[in-house]
């Protein structure tokens, strides 16, 4: 079966903090990986894909190791508007079907 | 504007009643797919659709049915809902090509 875990958190961190997540997988097969924003009772939106080389998108970088199969997000200079559930997003190769991870809460206080 | 709506958005219903909730996108994509939420669970794939009249089953269709007659439409069914039922469910799109998915806004269902 296929999993896709991700510590649930909270991670309760100050403004203008820089904070990580990482997520794993099991499926050697992965082959495309992203990062969903889901704010509180809302549907999730894709915050950016994961590349091979990683990626960054102003304050968020996306890392992938394939080798130890975990991806990251780094998120610096935390905004109170960061707070949200980030979800883990897997696909396996030439698969439309993706496997979700539970999620990591992220509370940024001021 | 590209969208994907769920109708209804909430809804409280009796054990037994069936129930239709519908979904529907503007934006052609060959893939419809539904979830539901629970925390704790995360989301959890229902049913998918690759395209009109191709339908298969997900992680947990047990208690659910989905038809795709049109591209644009694919409504999930509960012919005999039941309490465990209760929960937030999600409709998703994505263009054939793309991995990128699109969710609908929700539809918060309690069955009591």
New interface residues.
Partial sequence: RKEVEQD?GPFNVPEGATVAFNCTYSNSASQ?F?W?RQDC??????LM?VYSSGNEDGRFTAQLNRASQYISLLIRDSKLSDSATY?C?V?EGGS???T????TSLIVHP | EAQVTQNPRYLITVTGKKLTVTCSQNMNHE?M?W?RQDP??????IY?S?NVEVTDK?DVPEGYKVSRKEKRNFPLILESPSPNQTS?Y?CAT?A?GD???Y????T?LTVT
């Fill in positions: 649930p495309s992203f969903y009772r809302k549907e999730p939106k894709l894909s979800l997003v696909n439309y079907i993706p979700f991870g539970r999620g | 893939y797919s979830y704790g669970l995360g989301l959890r794939q998918y690759m997900g937030l999600f994505q054939s991995y990128e998915q969710f609908g806004p929700g918060r």
